[in-house]
């Protein structure tokens, strides 16, 4: 870790309250995520955090979804605006991947629409046979958007197409 922070795989440290705010407010993937989705995301999850060493404010948090034998989804990374360009993320991902070798899992998957260069430089690619994977979306209702999604992406995108929406509720 960069000198000034630490990294951290306690879950005692998180800021849950603050990690809520990031994703809910300021990450596509997860715009209007309630603070008990969040909550439960938490719960279920490896979580990791960086944390300012003067301070102990949390400025990054990322969490991985796994079996921890085979297979590990790393998801809702984010690092606070104000820390972003100092090396954070580079740490935190480093983190996350020396928590996880021990394990010795066979693949580790992610979806980003803007962080590809971090990532690439921990020996993610895109996939070499996308026709084999599939997804199953499920209600996109409860991400707290107001309407439905016209694609997949625009779901996870956090974008609503009003025309979708139940039309009961439009004023």
């Given at each position: 870790m960069h000198a000034g922070f630490r990294f951290s795989a306690d879950p005692a440290?998180?800021?849950?309250?603050?990690?809520h705010r990031w994703l809910?407010?300021?990450?596509?993937?997860?715009?209007?995520?309630t603070r008990e989705k969040q909550e439960a995301a938490i719960a279920g999850s490896r979580n990791y955090g960086v944390y300012d060493e003067t301070t102990g404010?949390?400025?990054?948090?990322?969490?991985i979804v796994t079996d921890a034998a085979t297979f590990a989804w790393l998801c809702d990374v984010y690092v606070d605006p104000s820390v972003r360009g100092k090396g954070v993320g580079v740490g935190l991902i480093e983190g996350v991947f020396a928590d996880l070798?021990?394990?010795?899992?066979?693949?580790?998957?992610?979806?980003?629409?803007d962080a590809h260069g971090?990532?690439?430089?921990?020996?993610?690619?895109?996939?070499?046979?996308?026709?084999?994977?599939?997804?199953?979306?499920?209600?996109?209702?409860?991400?707290?958007?107001?309407?439905?999604a016209s694609t997949p992406a625009?779901?996870?995108?956090?974008?609503?197409?009003?025309s979708l929406a139940d039309p009961a509720a439009t004023p």
């Open positions: 440290d998180l800021d849950h309250a603050l990690v809910s407010t300021d990450a596509y993937w997860a715009l209007g995520r404010a949390q400025v990054a948090y990322a969490r070798e021990p394990l010795g899992l066979r693949r580790s998957l992610l979806a980003t629409a971090l990532y690439e430089k921990f020996g993610f690619e895109p996939l070499a046979e996308p026709e084999r994977w599939m997804v199953r979306w499920h209600d996109v209702h409860d991400r707290g958007i107001g309407g439905a625009e779901a996870d995108a956090g974008l609503a197409d009003p």
